[in-house]
């Protein structure tokens, strides 16, 4: 039996949980990182509820960042810059 300890990979699913939430509520946006995270953990349990799904809790976290990159790169609440060239 292994003995409880330290290890290097400790915490790094819900660290990439805290990042994902944090880019779909808005980078720099406290209230928009706590949306990002509650509608994160209510689409993640809604799926383990769905027989078949629940294998792909992990990639439903990953293809919700890549949707939200993709039509809103600034997050849900996050603020649009217009840049000037």
Excluded: H, W
């Amino acid at each position: 039996m292994k003995s409880p300890g330290i290890e290097p990979l400790m915490g790094i699913q819900p660290g990439l949980r805290a990042f994902i939430a944090a880019v779909v509520g808005g980078i720099g946006n406290l209230p928009g990182a706590a949306l990002g995270g509650l509608l994160l953990g209510l689409l993640e349990t809604f799926a383990g509820g769905i027989p078949g799904v629940s294998n792909y809790r992990d990639g439903i976290a990953f293809a919700i960042l890549i949707l939200i990159l993709m039509f809103r790169p600034a997050g849900l609440l996050g603020e649009v810059k217009a840049e000037k060239v």
